[in-house]
T-cell receptor
Framework: SAVISQKPSRDICQRGTSLTIQCQVD?????MFWYRQQPGQSLTLIAT?????????ESGFVIDKFPISRPNLTFSTLTVSNMSPEDSSIYLC?????????FGSGTRLTVV | AQKITQTQPGMFVQEKEAVTLDCTYD???????LFWYKQPSSGEMIFLIY??????QNATEGRYSLNFQKARKSANLVISASQLGDSAMYFC?????????????FGPGTRLSVLP
């Protein structure tokens, strides 16, 4: 199965700053997905990142706040911009693996 | 309407006992897949088990089994011989295709605590 390296694993950031999260996959994948998991909540899809085209954002998420890069078939980044305490969450990247989805290890973000 | 319902926000089980975590789903796609993931406190999502909508047999993976009742649209996870390391959040998820494409949706989760 695909192995996804996600970093950083955790960070504490000042409000108003930005954080870029990276995901590296050990095989080429067409689509990568970015999820947010707010404290005590389930996972919510932020966007789908396709190589060579703009990411597709879900309702409630915008590119200015969560810009995504997908420079090749094994790598993607998600930036959380102009952070506020409400952005404190776990952020996970994911790829389709066979019939299901494989996840990175997650980034636990705390905004103070 | 909720696509995935997990009615148990929290569950307790004694070590070495079996526990069932409930999951019901809603879809009009005849070809769908059901998944269970475990999320320990570290935050990673660990795939446990998969059941396809056309699978005749209930899925099993070691101590995990999926009690699939298609007519009831339920896909309960059974963990046998619980271990302390099973304490975690458990999410039921579904892959389906609708008019807008493929979806992968998660339930709200159940927090399982295994007691020594």
């Amino acid at each position: 199965s695909a192995v996804i390296s996600q970093k950083p694993s955790r960070d504490i950031c000042q409000r108003g700053t930005s954080l870029t999260i990276q995901c590296q996959v050990d095989s080429q994948v067409t689509m990568m997905f970015w999820y947010r998991q707010q404290p005590g909540q389930s996972l919510t899809l932020i966007a789908t990142a396709n190589q060579g085209s703009e990411a597709t954002y879900e309702s409630g998420f915008v590119i200015d706040k969560f810009p995504i890069s997908r420079p090749n078939l094994t790598f993607s980044t998600l930036t959380v911009s102009n952070m506020s305490p409400e952005d404190s969450s776990i952020y996970l990247c994911s790829v389709v693996q066979g019939l299901g989805y494989t996840f990175g290890s997650g980034t636990r973000l705390t905004v103070v | 309407a909720q696509k995935i319902t997990q009615t148990q926000p929290g569950m307790f089980v004694q070590e070495k006992e079996a526990v069932t975590l409930d999951c019901t789903y809603d879809t009009s796609d005849p070809s769908y897949g059901l998944f269970w993931y475990k999320q320990p406190s570290s935050g990673e999502m660990i795939f446990l088990i998969y059941q396809g909508s056309y699978d005749q047999q209930n899925a099993t993976e070691g101590r995990y089994s999926l009690n699939f009742q298609k007519a009831r649209k339920s896909a309960n996870l059974v963990i046998s011989a619980s271990q302390l390391g099973d304490s975690a959040m458990y999410f039921c998820a579904m892959r389906e295709t609708d008019n807008y494409g493929q979806n992968f949706v998660f339930g709200p989760g159940t927090r399982l605590s295994v007691l020594p």
